[in-house]
């Protein structure tokens, strides 16, 4: 499997501003996506971070709202643009398709929690 | 992909065979069918997939229909550890690309 981390691993936000949280995964990957996981909720799909190429969103976000960067294959950012209260959940990285092994297996980071005041 | 459907919750004697069940009905012929956990809010763990065949690792046993409309994930001995909300999921799988639409899952308590 692969070594996932994200930063920050929490955070309490103000109103208004944005949070950037970084992915870091440990061996080269082909694919990178990013989950929300609202609270008491399940996991949802916002994005599948592209290296050299805009995110593709899902139904129901935005690139305005949740900018994505990939600038290679082991790593990624999310922003959480001006921020409210809705917007309090479990960001989630994900990573498959890790080069030369030959995997399709997706694996989570350890996720991270925001809190919106 | 193909829906599934599994309790919201299920208890189980710590030491025991944690079976549990998963209905997928409608899986195409190309679909896998993949369990994660979550335990308390930490990201997603994998567990194990299959598509046919039944599998086993160090972790669990998935057992797949004849049919592949259903099948169930055994823990063979739970511990407290294994406390936490499973999830089940059938996905293509192509070169890394598949999309994981999560359901609520199923809570399993393991008690002492």
Known sequence: SAVIS???SRDICQRGTSLTIQCQVDSQVTMMFWYRQQPGQSLTLIATANQGSEATYESGFVIDKF??????LTFSTLTVSNMSPEDSSIYLCSVSGLIGRGTDTQYFGPGTRLTVL | DAKTTQPPSMDCAEGRAANLPCNHSTISGNEYVYWYRQIHSQGPQYII???KNNETNEMASLIITEDRKSSTLILPHATLRDTAVYYCIVTTS???????????????TINP
């Open chain 1, 67 to 72: 900018p994505i960067s990939r600038p290679n």
């Open chain 1, 6 to 8: 994200q930063k920050p």
């Open chain 2, 94 to 108: 192509l070169q890394g690309a598949q999309k994981l639409v999560f359901g609520q899952g199923t809570r399993l």
């Open chain 2, 49 to 51: 997939h299959g598509l």
